[in-house]
C-alpha cells in the first residue's frame, strides 16, 4: 500500500486547510487511518484516526476544530482543519493499518507541511 497526501500550505491564524490522502494497491486491507504530526524539534504525534466502520479519535488539542473522514469508494481519508492556530504548524503525516487501531502504523505517508502564520 502506498499513501500519497496532498493539501499542505501556508494559512493564516484563524483559517482553514483540507489535507487528503489517497492509498493506492491493497487498499482493502486497511481498516484505520490516521492523521500524524511532527513539528520542528519535537516527536511525532497522533492528531486523529478513524476505523473503517467510521469510529473516531481526536486527540484535545484539535477537538471541536478538525474532522478527519473517509471515503472508502475513493480510499482516500481527510483531514478538515478549521480555525488554525501557529502551534499547528508542523509536517503532517497519513497513515494507514491493517488493524482496527487508534494508532495506525502499517503504512505512511511522505508528509505534507502544514505552516500557519500569525
Known amino acids: 500500500v502506498q499513501l500519497v497526501e496532498s493539501g499542505g500550505g501556508l494559512v493564516q491564524v484563524g483559517g482553514s486547510l483540507r489535507l487528503s490522502c489517497v492509498a493506492y494497491?491493497?487498499?482493502?486491507?486497511?481498516?484505520?487511518w490516521g492523521w500524524y504530526r511532527q513539528a520542528p524539534g519535537k516527536q511525532r504525534e497522533l492528531v486523529a484516526a478513524?476505523?473503517?466502520?467510521?469510529?473516531?479519535k481526536y486527540q484535545d488539542f484539535v477537538k471541536g476544530r478538525f474532522t478527519i473522514s473517509v471515503d472508502s469508494a475513493e480510499n482516500t481519508v481527510y483531514l478538515q482543519m478549521n480555525n488554525l492556530k501557529p502551534e499547528d504548524t508542523a509536517v503532517y503525516y497519513c497513515?494507514?493499518?491493517?488493524?482496527?487501531?487508534?494508532?495506525?502504523?502499517?503504512?505512511w505517508g511522505q508528509g505534507t507541511q502544514v505552516t500557519v502564520s500569525s
Open positions: 497513515a494507514a493499518d491493517r488493524f482496527e487501531i487508534f494508532t495506525p502504523g502499517d503504512y
Open positions: 478513524i476505523f473503517r466502520g467510521g469510529t473516531t
Open positions: 494497491g491493497n487498499a482493502f486491507s486497511i481498516n484505520a
